[in-house]
């Protein structure tokens, strides 16, 4: 089960403070609970000051080796690829595709 943050605004991706949950065969007991990200990050895709929607959206990634579940969800909601940084490691989340990039970059 997920507890997804959420928003009203198209313009907001909201990156951060999602929580996976596993629950036992009864349903009556968490069993775990996985912290998806280190902190509640809402993006715009948008700004006054920079109308144009961008190419794509870069995060880091600290509570895990890599991408996870709600990067491809994100980047499959609001059609835009986005980069997850973790350590030396770059990954392209591009809908339901991931890419390890990194070795595009030396």
């Given at each position: 089960?997920?507890?997804?943050?959420?928003?009203?605004?198209?313009?907001?991706v909201?990156?951060?403070?999602?929580?996976?949950?596993?629950?036992?065969?009864?349903?009556?007991?968490?069993?775990?609970?996985?912290?998806?990200s280190?902190?509640?990050?809402?993006?715009?895709?948008?700004?006054?000051?920079?109308?144009?929607?961008?190419?794509?959206?870069?995060?880091?990634?600290?509570?895990?080796s890599?991408?996870?579940?709600?990067?491809?969800?994100?980047?499959?909601?609001?059609?835009?690829?986005?980069?997850?940084?973790?350590?030396?490691?770059?990954?392209?989340?591009?809908?339901?595709?991931?890419?390890?990039?990194?070795?595009?970059?030396?």
């Amino acid at each position: 089960m997920w507890l997804l943050t959420t928003t009203t605004d198209a313009n907001i991706v909201p990156m951060g403070g999602h929580y996976r949950f596993r629950i036992s065969a009864d349903g009556l007991t968490m069993v775990r609970r996985d912290q998806l990200s280190n902190g509640c990050l809402s993006m715009a895709l948008t700004s006054p000051d920079r109308p144009q929607r961008p190419e794509a959206l870069v995060v880091t990634q600290i509570v895990s080796s890599g991408p996870v579940e709600t990067h491809v969800f994100l980047s499959l909601q609001n059609r835009i690829p986005i980069y997850v940084i973790h350590g030396d490691t770059t990954y392209r989340v591009d809908g339901d595709c991931i890419r390890d990039i990194s070795c595009e970059f030396h």
